[in-house]
């Protein structure tokens, strides 16, 4: 047969793509031929060719449906498209003896980490490394740079699109010795230039097995690996996927690195997103809502408030611009890839709602099954119920069943925290948040990874379906909802980003959560149940609110935050670490006072935290009839008041209208913010708690913090 072809006068490239329609690699013909339509030429299809009439039919089809702008600033208003703003401004670079393949709604702002960052290539630089770098360039508004010298290859490649030869990374790392690099066509230090520090390394992409000397990271970067022919084909799809048109050029180049890969390889309701009823307004300033109509007492907006109420028009914007049939989809699918259609989801031992979440929301996008890795704790039995999903089985129950199931593995790379039933070669893909560490899996072929150095799994997941345009069912949003919820500590923890807080308010326009806060504070109720995996941040922040107050004698906010738990011991024997939060919680916050109370749901008893003289005064005032606990004053016994609403607030807001005024002592309040130290997130702790590290008011140090007054 392929004689006959060449007898009948068909050229080589018909044969080339005849044979690759019958592979795999149909992604590859896709995104060829839409560069070439993209370049206006012809020259590299035969349309006697049966096959090859199918493709130009399927592709004029996907490039009419997916509507490609043709003007390359054309961009929507709200841009869901373009990947990272962390490669904003990044310089490409292919990998050292350079062939040609080395040189090749924004829904959220650029992220910092990456704006101004070199995208470098391997050792010995290849076609892929050129052209999928320039390329990339293009894309991310970066500049693309050489790990060596171009070969004869990409010298040609370069003259025939009239493309100027990027410079060194040498000459490059000269002009800003700690640019960020995000690594192009590889992973492996093996590979990567000697004149780069590790340590600058933001981003890769890359289309390789990951092997034993993949890069280590002390923090996450971004990472997009797919099992493709070609990292330029993971750049050109990243164009067609995000409807932006690469120039003339940039196509070309991208076209030629492809070639010399695989030639060598062959509806909207009355609700608002999170708002509507929950957030009306009552304050003179806009800011603040109604607490309790019969004292007229009304609180300051929460932060999780804010951030939806402020994102609620971009919000309903994105999910009106969603098919509203969940069974809509594009008559040929350039978005999935087909390593993960039918695969198993899981997530990391210890499991936490992220993971499960994740696994479910992953499930429902790429058309596989969702597992658990070891039992649910509360919270996400919680969700689960709220939403009235079904718990998914555990991985062993799935392997049972079939022991060669496909796996993905979720909201964890490494091998440490992996199910021990997992065969690592039966992994086809990775979908994460957390840094590369020294337990990564190794793997023998390149699989599908998605790494984003954002707050949560879930969020990349909701992200994906929005940039497919695809509409999650409304029991999957949910649970991708509550998923970052939980991880962001309500978007106030240290990992969150824009993207989570967009994503956060788009998921609840299509979840129609009417109130954001509401779920919040009950979810948070059913996390406190299970202790182990909440950090004193996460105790102090989980369920806070403040209140404004302006009388003759005092202006300000206060903070209260409550914990309800069926063992109040637990978290009172941890006093040594919750004060020196809870300091430096109202120093951040510029919070007058900040009060903790702790709430037994069983017995119906309240102790109140006292961080210093100011909290301890007020207490005293509100909280006339109550004792003082311990010698160093640090705890006040409530009896039977547990409500913040009916027993607490009414209770401070007599107080301070009564004429209450800040004591002259302030205690630990007074310490520098600078010397509170940093929150960080203990990448090998399978609770994944955020922790402060280095603060001036060390853990156990409650002699600190005794009151006198």
Not at 425 to 432: F, L, T
Not at 449 to 469: E, V
Not at 694 to 703: C, N, T, V, W
Request: aromatic content about 6%; some cysteine.
């Amino acid at each position: 047969m392929r004689d006959c072809r060449r007898r009948s006068g068909q050229s080589p490239y018909t044969i080339f793509f005849n044979f690759l329609l019958t592979a795999t690699a149909s992604i590859i013909i896709i995104v060829l031929y839409c560069l070439s339509l993209l370049l206006r030429t012809n020259q590299y299809y035969d349309d006697d060719s049966h096959g090859n009439v199918r493709i130009r039919s399927i592709i004029e089809n996907v490039l009419r449906d997916r509507e490609i702008p043709k003007e390359i600033t054309t961009v929507p208003k709200v841009d869901l498209f373009v990947v990272p703003e962390a490669l904003k401004g990044a310089v490409f670079v292919g990998h050292l003896v350079t062939d040609l393949d080395s040189v090749g709604g924004d829904l959220f702002v650029v992220p910092e980490a990456l704006k101004g960052a070199v995208f470098v290539g391997h050792l010995v630089t290849d076609l892929d490394s050129v052209g999928g770098a320039i390329g990339a360039a293009a894309l991310y508004g970066g500049t693309a740079a050489l790990a060596s010298e171009v070969n004869s290859e990409t010298a040609f490649a370069l003259e025939e699109w009239g493309m100027k030869k990027p410079p060194t990374i040498e000459e490059v790392l000269k002009e800003n010795s700690d640019v960020k690099i995000c690594l192009v066509d590889y992973q492996q230090t093996t590979q990567m230039n000697p004149i780069i520090n590790r340590a600058n390394v933001v981003g890769v992409i890359d289309h390789h097995a990951l092997q034993s000397k993949t890069i280590v990271t002390d923090r996450p970067i971004l990472i997009d690996v797919r099992p493709w022919g070609s990292m330029s084909t993971v750049i050109a799809h990243t164009f067609l996927t995000h409807q932006r048109r690469p120039s003339v050029k940039v196509a070309g180049m991208m076209l030629c690195a492809i070639l010399s890969d695989t030639l060598h390889s062959l509806g909207h309701d009355d609700h608002h997103a999170g708002g509507a009823e929950a957030l009306r307004l009552t304050g003179p300033d806009g800011q603040t809502k109604r607490y309790d109509d019969e004292h007229g007492i009304v609180r300051k907006r929460t932060n999780i408030e804010n951030v939806v109420l402020d994102r609620e028009a971009a919000a309903h914007e994105i999910a009106d611009a969603l098919p509203k049939e969940i069974s809509t989809v594009p008559r040929v699918d350039l978005f999935l890839p087909e390593a993960l259609k039918d695969a198993v989801f899981v997530g990391h031992l210890v499991t936490d709602l992220d993971s499960v979440g994740g696994a479910i929301g992953a499930a429902a996008l790429y058309g596989g099954r969702a597992a658990l890795a070891s039992e649910v704790n509360s919270e996400t039995a919680f969700a689960l119920e709220e939403w009235g999903m079904e718990k998914p089985p555990t991985i062993e129950e799935v392997l049972k069943e079939n022991p060669d199931a496909k796996i993905c593995l979720v909201d964890h790379q490494q091998t440490s925290q992996m199910n021990p039933n997992i065969n690592p070669d039966n992994v086809v893909g990775v979908i994460d948040h957390h840094a590369l560490q020294s337990k990564t899996i190794v793997t023998d072929r390149p699989i599908y990874i998605d790494i984003r150095p954002w707050g949560s799994m879930s969020t990349i997941i909701a992200h994906t379906f929005l940039t497919h345009q695809r509409r999650p069912p409304m029991k999957v949003a949910g649970m991708m909802l509550c998923a970052i919820l939980s991880d962001t500590l309500n978007l106030q923890g240290p990992t969150t980003t824009e993207w989570d807080r967009l994503i956060v308010a788009v998921l609840s326009e299509i979840a129609q959560v009417d109130d954001i806060q509401f779920l919040a504070t009950q979810q948070f109720k059913a996390k406190s149940k299970e202790l182990a995996g909440l950090s004193a941040h996460g105790l102090v922040n989980g369920d806070q609110k403040s209140f404004s107050f302006k009388t003759e004698k005092f202006e300000g906010d206060v903070g209260f935050a409550v914990v309800e738990t069926t063992d109040d011991a637990v978290i009172i024997d941890r006093l040594g670490d919750l004060l020196p939060e809870i300091v430096a919680c109202k120093k951040e916050k510029e919070l007058s006072a900040l009060f903790l109370a702790v709430v037994n749901i069983v017995s119906l008893k309240g102790t109140l935290l006292l961080c210093g003289p100011t909290e301890l005064s007020l207490a005293k005032m509100a909280f006339s009839e109550c004792t003082v606990a311990n010698e160093s004053s640090t705890l006040m016994d409530l009896g039977k008041r547990v409500s913040r609403k009916k027993d607490y607030i009414p209770a401070i807001t007599r107080a301070i209208k009564s004429g209450w005024s800040k004591p002259m002592n302030r205690g630990q309040s007074t310490v520098d913010i600078a010397s509170l130290g940093k929150l960080e997130v203990d990448p090998l702790d399978p609770h994944q708690r955020v922790v402060r590290k280095g603060s001036i008011l060390a853990p156990d140090s409650e002699k600190l913090f005794k009151v006198v007054g």
